[in-house]
């Protein structure tokens, strides 16, 4: 498994001076897995079909809602913790603390280590391991990278360093 990163120039905020630094910022290529395409992958391996595994997810997230809506977490063993929690007003007093004081519910996934990506380089099964490349080669590897490519003359000014900051890179908001 390859995921493709993009070298992204981030200003620092506090530089008056526009500096900043190059983080590897992961790209998502075409199309999101859908219900429908993981429901046929299951069924290939397994003996269920496609049909089954469609009803008992979809009923799972019926349940799960349920479940986090009465005020429960929702543990899977080894894929993680769903749980609530609320963007609220604070207030000076106690007794001004109330409901209408949330602002936004929203759902948290705290991932099981069991799916965690590993990035040790000394993993031996290779579906627990993730290669990176960036997408100046993986466009050519697809024999798609064009002349005056903006990426190629970014990296020759940075050196072609692509690494993270000393925090270890910066992820991608997904809100921008």
């Not at 009465?70 to 913790?81: A, T, Y």
Request: aromatic letters at 6%; proline letters at 3%; glycine letters at 10%.
């Amino acid at each position: 498994m390859s995921v493709t990163y993009k070298p992204v120039f981030r200003a620092n905020p506090r530089m008056q001076d526009g500096s900043g630094k190059y983080y590897p910022q992961l790209i998502v290529w075409g199309k999101s897995a859908t219900l429908d395409t993981l429901a046929e992958q299951m069924a290939y391996a397994s003996s269920l079909t496609k049909g089954d595994i469609k009803s008992v997810l979809t009923n799972f997230v019926t349940e799960m809602r349920r479940e986090l809506y009465n005020g429960h977490s929702v543990n899977i063993d080894g894929f993680g913790v769903f749980s609530l929690s609320a963007q609220s007003v604070g207030t000076e007093k106690k007794k001004d603390c109330v409901a209408d004081n949330i602002k936004a519910v929203r759902i948290n996934f705290r991932a099981s280590s069991a799916i965690r990506p590993n990035l040790d380089p000394a993993t031996t099964r290779a579906e627990d391991r993730i290669d990176f490349v960036d997408l100046e080669t993986q466009l050519k590897r697809l024999n798609l990278q064009g002349e005056g490519n903006d990426l190629a003359e970014d990296e020759e000014e940075d050196g072609g360093n692509a690494s993270g900051g000393e925090d270890g890179g910066v992820t991608e908001d997904p809100l921008t």
